[in-house]
C-alpha cells in the first residue's frame, strides 16, 4: 500500500539546511515526490515580494531552474533532489487548502522536475496530468486508512477509559 509520509525537523547535525535534510530523508526513502511549503505560491522568475511584474512557473526543469539562477532551495539540496530525480513542488503554506491539495497530488504551486513538459502524443512517460490523477488516488487511499485508523485508535482509546464492552469490536477493555 502506498503511503504518505512526513519528515518534520533537521538531522542535528551542523551545515545541514530543512531543505538538504528534507532532501536526503527524500533520497534515501525513495520518495516519489518533496513538497516544499513556503511563503510564496511557487517559483517565480525574480522575487515577487519586491518585483510586481515577476512571472509565476507552472512547471519548470531542475537545469532550466540552475540556468536561471533560482533560488529554490540550497545548492545541496538542490543537487540531492535533481541527481535522484525527485521532483519537487513549491506552493504557499499559508493557503488553507494547499497542504492538504498538494498531499493529495492535485495542482498547486509550481513542479520542478526532470523533463521538460513536452506536447508529443506519444509519450514513454507518463503525463503530469497521470501522474497528479495516480497520485491523488493512491493518498485518498492512504488518507481513508488513516482516518480509518485514527477513528478506531480513539474508539479503542475510548473502551479502556471508560471500561465499557464493545458490541462492534466483540472486546471488553478494562483498565
Known amino acids: 500500500m502506498a503511503g504518505v509520509v512526513i519528515f518534520?525537523?533537521?538531522?542535528?547535525?551542523?551545515?545541514?539546511?530543512t531543505d538538504t535534510t528534507a532532501a536526503l530523508r527524500a533520497s534515501e526513502i525513495r520518495a516519489d515526490v518533496i513538497l516544499k511549503a513556503t511563503k510564496v505560491d511557487g517559483v517565480y522568475d525574480r522575487d515577487?515580494?519586491?518585483d510586481p511584474n515577476a512571472k509565476l512557473y507552472d512547471r519548470i526543469t531542475f537545469t532550466e531552474a540552475l540556468t536561471k539562477r533560482l533560488q529554490i532551495m540550497d545548492s545541496?539540496?538542490?543537487?540531492?533532489c535533481m541527481d535522484n530525480k525527485i521532483p519537487i513542488v513549491v506552493f504557499d503554506m499559508n493557503k488553507p487548502s494547499n497542504i492538504r491539495d498538494a498531499v493529495?497530488?492535485?495542482?498547486?504551486?509550481?513542479?520542478?522536475?526532470?523533463?521538460?513538459q513536452t506536447d508529443s502524443k506519444n509519450l514513454t512517460r507518463m503525463s503530469r496530468d497521470d501522474i497528479l490523477l495516480e497520485a491523488e488516488m493512491s493518498m485518498e487511499k492512504s488518507v481513508d486508512y488513516m482516518v480509518h485508523e485514527f477513528a478506531a485508535r480513539a474508539h479503542r482509546q475510548s473502551?479502556?477509559?471508560?471500561?465499557?464492552e464493545c458490541g462492534c469490536c466483540k472486546r471488553t477493555d478494562r483498565p
Open 76 to 80: 545541496t539540496a538542490f543537487s540531492l
Open 159 to 164: 473502551l479502556a477509559r471508560t471500561g465499557r
Open 8 to 17: 518534520a525537523a533537521g538531522t542535528g547535525n551542523p551545515y545541514f539546511s
Open 48 to 50: 515577487p515580494n519586491t
Open 104 to 116: 493529495l497530488g492535485r495542482k498547486v504551486g509550481t513542479l520542478v522536475c526532470d523533463e521538460p
